[in-house]
């Protein structure tokens, strides 16, 4: 009813405006004295310290959130990390064992392809996390740890606080892993979670600055066929967030891509008109990769690509080949996936609704597929 949605237009709407909050309810609670202490990991150091490989298992955005923890893990806990798609993990005999600790992701905790491969995983002797949104739900049940990420209930059938929330929950672990393998030092993770403390808020801000002119510039665009994400390094599974959003609720064709891979296949895809969002990374945290995605964005458009560019405040250098910039406030290298995946977000729901789609039900789509 009208009244659940407190208001909103839709549970989208609503879910979208609660990303803050997600992101914030996720944390809290997990910090003492200024490192990440996860107190539902209590007692399961061992566990950690006996680990040489992760394999993250999830389906849907789920699997984009693992892509982008992958990042944090290898980074901060330096242990090898991979992500796989729980449905196809379980089909092809892999090299798993008591030194391998598989992390699910799963927003409702009973996605059946996540929840087989979870116990294949625990057959075949791995040991399971589970990041999780609803308590008490099946994979958790089944798994050696629990970490619940808190976004509160999400409706939609697409999802988006739990995004932001699945990403946060990694963070930590990732930052809780490394404390007890010694692989950062208590001033280098009390810095990362300073960086993740100031992630709501400026969530927040995108929501008040660009909000409303996200959604006018994705009633323009209603009437498009088809739009490319492209983005480097964290801003590769955020391309294919993008993607996927785009595809379920507004039912248009959308890929995502490698920005690096451009010359190798998609850059065919480009002619005149083309609306290519691209994930431009900070200058100041990387000048190499911000020029590569700069020449990345010069070669599209110089094949007539609509360049919408997804950039910090202050990038100056995308604007003489962009069409349109999306702003987002500065981040440390890791923590721009958070705030970058927002306005396309927000573009995907405006974009459904220009259409007069129901953004919320989106067809033949389930919140939580309980079948194999
Ligand atoms: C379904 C939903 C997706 C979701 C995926 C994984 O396909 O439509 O929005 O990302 O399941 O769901 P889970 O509950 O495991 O995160």
């Not at 009973?110 to 791995?126: I, W």
Request: net charge negative; charged share 20%; aromatic share 6%.
């Amino acid at each position: 009813s009208a009244a659940d949605k407190g208001g909103w237009s839709s549970f989208m709407a609503k879910e979208v405006s609660e990303e803050p909050d997600a992101v914030a309810n996720t944390v809290r609670g997990r910090i003492r004295d200024g490192i990440v202490a996860i107190p539902e990991l209590d007692g399961l150091d061992e566990l950690f310290a006996g680990i040489n490989r992760i394999i993250i298992i999830a389906c849907g955005t789920a699997a984009y959130a693992g892509m982008v923890g992958k990042y944090a893990i290898e980074q901060w806990a330096r242990v090898p990390a991979d992500v796989e798609l729980a449905h196809e993990f379980r089909y092809r005999d892999p090299v798993i064992g008591p030194d391998t600790l598989v992390v699910s992701i799963s927003q409702s905790g009973e996605t059946m392809d996540t929840l087989m491969a979870v116990k294949y995983a625990r057959e075949r002797g791995a040991k399971t996390l589970s990041i999780c949104n609803t308590q008490g739900a099946t994979i958790p049940r089944e798994s050696d740890a629990i970490v619940y990420t808190h976004a509160g209930p999400e409706v939609a059938v697409a999802s988006t606080k739990a995004f932001v929330a699945q990403v946060t929950a990694q963070y930590l672990l990732a930052l809780h892993i490394a404390h007890i393998r010694g692989t950062l030092s208590d001033t280098e993770i009390a810095q990362q979670v300073l960086e993740l403390e100031e992630v709501p808020e400026k969530i927040s801000r995108i929501l008040s600055d660009e909000q409303a002119h996200i959604e006018q510039f994705a009633k323009w665009m209603a009437d498009t066929r088809s739009v490319l994400f492209l983005g480097r390094h964290v801003g590769y599974p955020i391309a294919l967030e993008g993607a996927l959003k785009l595809k379920e609720i507004s039912y248009i064709h959308a890929e995502g891509f490698a920005a690096g891979e451009l010359k190798h296949g998609p850059i065919a895809l480009i002619e005149p008109g083309q609306p290519v969002f691209v994930l431009v990374p900070s200058p100041s945290h990387s000048p190499l990769l911000h020029s590569k995605v700069i020449s990345n964005i010069q070669e599209i458009r110089a094949r007539g690509a609509r360049i919408i560019a997804v950039a910090e405040e202050g990038d100056a250098a995308v604007l003489p080949y962009a069409d349109e910039v999306l702003r987002i406030p500065f981040a440390g290298p890791l923590f721009e996936p958070i705030l970058a995946v927002v306005p396309l977000h927000i573009f995907a729901m405006g974009l459904s609704t220009a259409k007069g789609l129901d953004v919320d039900q989106p067809r033949n789509l389930a919140k939580s597929v309980t079948v194999e």
